[in-house]
């Protein structure tokens, strides 16, 4: 459970995993034959994530990000990529904002989280796509 | 007065002129507020919020039809506070157009006016512009009218040869800020407008960043239209003016139809009222004209030039103080001369976004992101910067803290 109460200095968003993932991202790029993408953009700060899938028998085998934005967001869509690699795409569109909160570590004012689950979003888009049913839920 | 003397001077009158701001005595994350997002909105003085206040207390009513005492009242304070507003930016009170803010401004004369332009007619903007001066006019670009920009000299200006080049008889209005929002340029708009008058073409300035900070005289600049906002200048939001030319305003067009705009209403069609109500349909906003009034009263009391000077004071050392720190990129012209209002900059490989996040922890309040003006930052070929913006009770002491915190941020990013 993330504690909500008390306010974390910017030394505690910041720690080094966060720096080291925002300087050095992970599947980051594009991929030669993508079964499914996504992008969007956060109109608030123009952060943008694109998304691409390799899905074989219902299985992410591949996935790449791309875009830019504040470490908090390139973190985050890396981190997600990690966590989402060898998941079914069921298993995927099933994940929640907590679970990307969590997976970050970091407690985040309202207005940064929409930073950090823009990557969920986009994910989430691919895995509903593929799926071929459409996404109502609402991520912030 | 030596120039050290009268930074002091500045330096001291800005003490006092804090005291007149309730919220800049409020502590964030324990420490005293720092705020340095001026050219987002400004705070508001104690006077502004009162008077208001004592509005709705002691006269609220909807002004222009009743006979009733308060709604004479309502009226009288209505009107006058036009008259103030007027003559502040030296325009007569039927040229001044109340709207809900700059970017209505903006749009009333893309409607009213933009609405009759014909196919391969031609309006020119700049690459510095704030959405708000750039997505009216794609509105009517998307009617068949060309859209042009004007771009910027890598240290901030507009390139005035190319605007030059682009005017031609085709060209029917050239649409202009005073003062980039991101840049800080301040724009030759006496000489853009000359340029736009020997094309033929009328001349709209958006002057949201300006009013707040410089004279500024419709007469001497000679512009058509001139838009502005209140709170960005003391004033309260929802309320913004446009100043227009009395024989341009009266060929225009309606822009919203509905009550007080009219002359007379009939089964079979209305005719219009006269400048400026043609263009106020519907009730005013009451409080936010004496809201802005009272604004423009406290300003006038500091002045309008030491408003500047303090403005040009703080500018400069801020550029000097940011200049000094290692890995920051400032954006725009370097000397305060030139520059008001925005000083924006990114410092390292830390995104805007993170380095917001970071000096909120200090107390101090930047804005973050691309300002409204993405086709500026794609010029500039970034996706964000940070932008601190100064006004009348910023002290050198904040810029102080301010710059402190931009090393704090790099240690935080681990930056040597």
């Known amino acids: ?140 | 007065m030596s120039d050290v003397m009268e930074q002091k001077h500045i330096h001291l009158i800005s003490q006092e002129i804090r005291k007149d701001f309730p919220v800049l005595q409020r502590k964030i994350n324990g420490h005293p507020l720092v705020y340095l997002d001026n050219s987002a909105t400004s705070q508001k003085p104690l006077k502004v919020i009162e008077t208001m206040k004592r509005y709705y207390e002691n006269h609220n009513a909807n002004i222009h039809r009743s006979v009733h005492k308060l709604a004479e009242e309502s009226t009288e304070i209505f009107e006058s506070s036009r008259k103030n507003i007027a003559s502040f930016i030296n325009a007569t009170p039927e040229e001044t157009i109340f709207t809900k803010n700059a970017t209505e401004s903006i749009n009333l004369v893309a409607y009213a006016w933009g609405l009759d332009l014909q196919k391969g007619d031609e309006i020119i903007t700049t690459i510095m512009e704030h959405h708000s001066n750039i997505v009216p006019w794609q509105f009517l670009a998307s009617r068949g009218i060309k859209l042009k920009f004007i771009d910027i000299t890598d240290d901030g200006f507009l390139k005035m040869d190319q605007l030059e080049n682009e005017l031609n008889n085709k060209t029917k209005l050239v649409a202009v800020t005073h003062v980039s929002n991101v840049l800080g340029t301040i724009n030759p708009i006496e000489e853009i407008t000359s340029m736009a008058h020997d094309a033929g073409a009328l001349c709209l300035i958006d002057a949201a960043q300006s009013v707040p900070k410089l004279p500024v005289d419709v007469k001497k600049i000679n512009c058509d239209f001139l838009a502005f906002t209140a709170h960005k200048m003391l004033g309260p939001m929802g309320m913004g003016v446009l100043y227009g030319k009395k024989e341009i305003l009266e060929k225009m067009n309606p822009f919203n139809y509905g009550g007080d705009m009219i002359r007379s209403v009939t089964t079979e069609g209305s005719t219009w009222n006269d400048l400026p109500w043609k263009f106020e349909a519907g009730t005013s906003n009451v409080s936010g004209a004496v809201g802005l009034s009272t604004a423009i009263d406290y300003l006038k009391k500091i002045g309008m030039d030491w408003v500047r000077s303090h403005d040009k004071n703080m500018m400069q050392y801020a550029i000097d103080v940011l200049s000094a720190i290692k890995g920051i990129k400032i954006y725009g012209p370097l000397t305060a001369e030139n520059k008001s209002s925005a000083l924006s900059f990114n410092l390292g490989d830390i995104h805007p976004h993170d380095l917001a996040t970071i000096l909120n922890d200090k107390g101090i309040a930047i804005r973050s992101g691309h300002h409204c003006a993405q086709p500026l930052m794609k010029r500039l070929g970034v996706s964000a910067t940070s932008r601190a913006s100064f006004y009348i009770y910023n002290t050198l002491e904040e810029i102080d803290k301010f710059a402190e915190a931009l090393e704090h941020a790099k240690k935080v990013f681990k930056i040597g």
Do not use: W
């Not at chain 1, 691409?52 to 470490?71: H, P």
């Open chain 1, 1 to 140: 459970m993330q504690k909500r109460c008390s306010r974390l200095g910017s030394e505690d968003i910041y720690q080094d995993i966060i720096l080291e993932y925002y300087r050095n991202p992970v599947n980051f790029g594009h991929l030669s034959n993508p079964t499914v993408k996504a992008q969007d953009s956060n109109p608030l700060c123009g952060d943008e994530i694109e998304m691409e899938l390799l899905v074989e028998d219902n299985k992410i085998i591949d996935i790449r990000f791309y875009g830019k934005g504040c470490a908090i967001s390139q973190a985050s869509a890396g981190m997600l990529t990690e966590k989402v690699k060898n998941m079914t795409v069921e298993e995927a569109s099933k994940l929640t904002r907590d679970d990307v909160l969590n997976m970050l570590g970091v407690e985040l004012s309202p207005v940064r989280s929409k930073c950090a689950l823009l990557s969920l979003k986009v994910m989430k888009l691919c895995a509903y796509q593929h799926l071929g049913k459409k996404m109502d839920e609402k991520i912030e």
